[in-house]
């Protein structure tokens, strides 16, 4: 859309992300929705990243990874489910390596380093980092020195992270915006917000992300700026 004459510059289209780092499908999405933004090169989006906890039952030491699948899958390799991701990741340019993890983590430590990244862009880095440190190298993103290395290569100060992490600053935050998204209706990830109102469940097609992106982006806009 057009800058209304002598107004003042365009305020960004805020796209939140509900996602966990843990959630392959949620790699999926953010893969999908990198594209669908490259295919609208006029809209100026932000993107910010918000907590979700896939499995808030997973010990803070995390699990072994065969016994969460066969808990959650019957299987411990994660059976169909996982043969069907690994083609749809493949699709998408992700090649999961699944075989290589061996812990199930929780990941409320992986959110805090989120959380703490604070600009958008230095976010992004982060989230990115995890998803490969987990889907494609197999480590584990519950242990704070890969945390740390994570946020060093994002640009933050690795030992200012390791001391967050020492303790538990933050993490009733995480806690609380997590039973937020929660209380929102959130129920499945990755969820996308678009503009504050329209929402998107799901890792779905890119077609169908650039449509609602485009839709949610003239309504944000024609809110803001429609003449009186």
């Known amino acids: 859309m057009t800058q209304p004459f002598g107004s003042a510059p365009l305020e960004p289209f805020p796209i939140k ?3 966990d780092v843990m959630c ?6 953010k893969r999908r929705l990198e594209r669908a933004l490259e295919r609208l090169p006029h809209i100026e989006a932000v993107v910010t990243w918000w907590p979700f906890l896939l499995d808030p039952t997973i010990p803070p030491e995390g699990m072994d990874r065969g016994e969460y699948l066969q808990k959650k899958f019957g299987s411990s390799d994660g059976g169909e489910m996982y043969l069907a991701l690994r083609e749809v990741g493949r699709e998408d340019g992700i090649e999961f390596a699944f075989d290589a993890i061996e812990r199930s ?10 959380y703490w990244a604070g600009d958008p862009k230095t976010q992004d880095a982060v989230v990115e980092r995890l998803f490969q440190l987990y889907f494609l190298e197999g480590a584990d993103i519950s242990d704070p020195d890969v945390l740390a290395d994570a946020a060093a290569e994002a640009g933050m100060d690795a030992e200012a992270v390791r001391e967050k992490l020492a303790d ?15 209380k929102a209706g959130v ?6 917000v678009l503009g504050g109102k329209r929402a ?7 077609d169908l992300l650039q449509e609602q992106i485009e839709l949610a982006e003239e309504e944000f806009r024609a809110e803001r700026y429609e003449p009186d």
């Open 24 to 29: 392959p499908w949620c790699f999926v999405g």
């Open 168 to 182: 538990d600053r933050d993490r009733d935050t995480i806690l609380k915006m997590v039973e937020e998204m929660q």
């Open 200 to 206: 998107v469940v799901g890792a779905q097609p890119v």
């Open 17 to 19: 992300v509900i996602a």
């Open 187 to 192: 129920n499945a990830v990755p969820a996308f």
């Open 105 to 114: 983590p929780n990941t409320v430590d992986a959110h805090r380093l989120i």
